[in-house]
């Protein structure tokens, strides 16, 4: 796995992950792109046709074609184009002579809400000892960055653009809002659990109460 490549804007990002997977496409290496969204998996798709780049979108839109298209992400020349949700616990196996150019090669676009699923995608790689490779592409404009750093959207260029080319700080931050979205969705789910909790004694109370009534 490299270092995580950084970014000012999405535009810039964008940019970088199709010269990455144009570069990979021209040695015949297969690529698998880690996107958040149907809409984001979508763009990128158009964006690699327009370059004259043919590719495989895997999300919840296509879910029927999805055993087709994980059977052919390992094979020379292949790239796939999948959401988080998309073809887990199926493992993609290698085609003839892909080994010998690297394996399968992993792009994430950018950061979840939680690293489970970052490290599920990288994970995607390297299965049954297989060479591979990884590599993440964040920009300041991303959506975890947004959400959970600056309570005003837009507001994280202007706040960390002058440092955009400290690495290491940068990383910490990914991983600072990383962490705080983990704790907001444990909070969340605590909650609806005690609120399932206490309506299910809501209910329990009222059935036992009607009943002393009828006796």
Known sequence: MVPDHLFASLEEKQAAVLRAVAQRYRTGQPVLVGT????????????????????????????????????????????????NMAGRGTDIMLGAGVAER??????????????RIDLQLAGRSARQGDPSSCETFLSLEDALLQRFFAPVPGAVPARLGRCKAVHPLLRWVFR????????????????????????????????????????
């Open 36 to 83: 958040r969204s149907v809409a984001a998996s979508e763009t990128l798709a158009a964006m690699l046709a327009a370059q004259g780049i043919s590719c495989s979108v895997l999300n919840a839109s296509r879910h029927a074609e999805e055993a087709a298209i994980i059977a052919g992400a390992g094979q020379l020349g292949a790239v796939t184009i999948a959401t």
């Open 176 to 215: 600072g809002v990383q962490r705080r979205a983990e704790r907001h969705a444990y909070a969340a789910r605590k909650a609806l659990l005690e609120a399932d909790i206490k309506r299910q004694e809501a209910l329990a109370f009222s059935g036992s109460g009607a009943g002393g009534e009828a006796g």
């Open 102 to 115: 690297g394996g399968l090669h992993v792009i994430a676009t950018e950061r979840h809400e939680a690293r």
